[in-house]
């Protein structure tokens, strides 16, 4: 019998309007609260969330140092700059996030480089946190990086073109609040992306060599949630009903990569995002059916109870055939959400393709969670996939 060890945020709420409990559950955190720094995006500010949020803190003599200007998939410099010239001066008992993955991200750096005084650079890789950070509330608006929920945060080494992770168990959060209706203003082309993300995250999660029965359970519902509602969010964006059903996917999701992990699908999209610029989200749909299709004879009857939940396939369907119906509609999804195939649109060549290859065989902590080990010629072919 294996053992398995999971791990996840303190507390949880999930429904439309959560955001307004935002006051009341702060009592959770069990610290006195006097000053917060709100880590959010310029969007919540035309939308009001910044100030309902601040009214909320302000009912309880809470002062708020709001911080709008930490980058989309940020630099480790961005990290760093933000951190020394804004966040650090105020000395908040606390940080709240509210906004994407990037900035749940950011915040949950913020709060273990206040109390740890070793360097964010020395902090990336796996357990090398040394010290607990400061208590965290994150509040996700798109539904799609599970960062709310896991012990990672991304950062994008510009010098080294990728993208890793600092990954800690004092990157847990100690609240969360899933809000529906914060993402109801989401841009169609941050729904397709984010939304793949996240079954990108259960996909791989229930297929990597990690997976077990925690990380199923998790990833099986969440494969279930986002197949019946990503394309009604995309084109029915004021459906609260699809946009719950997302978040809550979305969440499950990152629950279930961190009790599992992801694999080769998200090794390969480090390299596209931190050299070419393509976005994390879209850079795994792009890559998700040619990964999967590369894998099918190494995990077709995992691919196969994914289909099966997903409503794609029967009892009766050969392992083969099931997980082929899987992939036709992932790959139906990316067209269905107008989500790029073309790597050359974002400056990609045929001869950039062995440094690639090279960088994403080297982010090991992915590669060794899939089911099918890949040479450096067979990472090449996928993303040859994508060239014209």
Known sequence: ????????????????????QLGDKLALLDVPLRRV????????????VTERVKAQLAARDIDVAVID?????????????????????????????????SVLDAAKLFAVMLTNEQSLRSMLGID?????????????????????VTPNAIVTLPDEELKVGVVSRHLLPALVLLDPLLTLSLPKAITAATGMDAFTHSLESFISNKANPVSDTFAL???RLIAGSIVEAYQQPDSVRARSD?????????????????????????PLGGKF????????????????????????????????????AREEDSNEAAAGKLIEQITAWTATLEIPQDLAAFGVR????????????KVTRLMVNNPKPLSLDDIQALYRRLLP
């Open 350 to 361: 045929e001869e950039h393709l062995p440094e690639m290859a090279v960088a994403a065989s």
């Open 69 to 101: 200007n930490v980058e989309i998939e940020p630099t480790l410099e961005n990290i760093e700059q933000v951190f020394r010239e804004q966040v650090s001066p105020h000395q908040p008992d606390a940080l709240l996030a509210i906004g994407g993955g």
């Open 1 to 20: 019998m294996s053992l398995y060890h999971f791990q996840t945020v303190k507390h949880l709420v999930h429904g439309a309007g959560a955001l307004d």
């Open 128 to 148: 090398q946190v040394a010290r607990a950070g400061l208590p965290t509330v994150l509040v996700p608006t798109t539904a799609g990086t599970g960062s709310e």
């Open 221 to 223: 519902e969440s494969m």
């Open 277 to 312: 610029h393509v976005t994390h989200g879209v850079a795994n749909a792009m890559l998700l059916p040619h990964v999967m299709a590369f894998n099918l004879d190494s995990c077709a009857p995992r691919l196969k109870r994914a289909a099966m939940v997903c409503g794609l």
């Open 37 to 48: 720094v709100l880590v959010t995006q310029n969007a919540m500010h035309g939308l009001g």
């Open 246 to 270: 997302m978040l809550l996917g979305s969440t499950y999701g990152g629950v279930a990569l961190t009790a599992a992990g992801t694999a080769a699908v998200h090794a390969l999209a480090y």
